[in-house]
């Protein structure tokens, strides 16, 4: 059976879709194929679908590809498998959806998706599928960095790392790029090292800070200089979180799932220290930071 229909059949398939009437063609039940997933989004894709499908772009959606594949490791994270079930069905979508509108347009097709999946899988794995050895996943790992290379075409260090996406969150763009300059090489031996530089650049933040809150009491400092100092103080900002992955790294700590949680620790807390408010008969907005902060404190002992 063929995965994706050439433009020929879609359109008949649309036009037979319309006679038919799509409220008899797609219908709720208890079990769905992929083809018929496949057939659901050429519809709604098509002129006879859904206004707001037809009018989406590779540009226009690309927010939801990214946002889709976190809430599936959110439900990971979660451990809920049901939920992680529906959300890897809205990652698909996404695919089948890009993949239609490729097909639409001439440019590619989910066969194209296909292929390139398969044979990356195949070319990668090449102590199965060729003539390379490894003995344990670490070594796994290596190889596939060198097979992709390879592939890619990367002709220098300094290519490895730019071909890291910049459309990635910062921090997993900073831990990666961070990995891949290890992999040469460029690394600190040990955790400590990465620790003390962590060290030296939050002091040298501090110091722009101090520089800042100086000059903001002269009356001559000028429009000029005052950009200067926070274009400084962003720079330094930047190399204190670039540290503190570097650090994480050293650890072993992957700082975009470890800052996930820190953020959900921080919602938990927040909650109960309200919830304790409202006990009170008080609201948070009308409480004092130490008030806030004495709630804060019992949170915290109550969890350890």
Known sequence: MSITPDRNETASTAKASVS???????????????????????????????????????ESIKGSLVEEAWEAVDAILQGRDDRLADELGDVLLQVIFHAEMGRVAGSFTMD??????????????????AQDTASDPKEVRELWEANKIKE?????????????????????????????????????????????????EAQELAEVEAQITAAQGSSSLSKAEADRLNERLAEEA????????????????????????ANEKFIRRFSQIEDLATEQGQALRGMSLEEMDQLWERVKAQEK
């Open 152 to 200: 890619k075409g990367l002709k220098s260090e300094t290519d490895v790392l730019r071909d890291v996406p910049r459309s990635l969150p910062a921090l997993s763009r900073s831990y990666k790029i961070q990995k891949k300059a290890a992999a040469c090489g460029f690394d600190w031996p040990n955790a400590e090292g990465a620790r003390s530089k962590l060290k030296e």
């Open 20 to 58: 038919r009437k799509p409220s008899e063609k797609f219908v709720l039940k208890d079990h769905y194929s992929y083809d018929e997933l496949v057939d659901l989004v050429a519809f709604l894709y098509s002129p006879e679908g859904c206004p707001w499908d037809q009018k989406q772009t590779h």
């Open 238 to 261: 930047g190399d204190l979180l670039f540290a503190a992955v570097n650090y994480l790294r050293k650890l072993a700590i992957d700082p975009e799932l470890a800052l996930n949680q």
């Open 112 to 129: 194209d998706v296909l292929r390139n999946v398969c044979r990356k899988l195949i070319s990668r794995h090449s102590h199965i599928f």
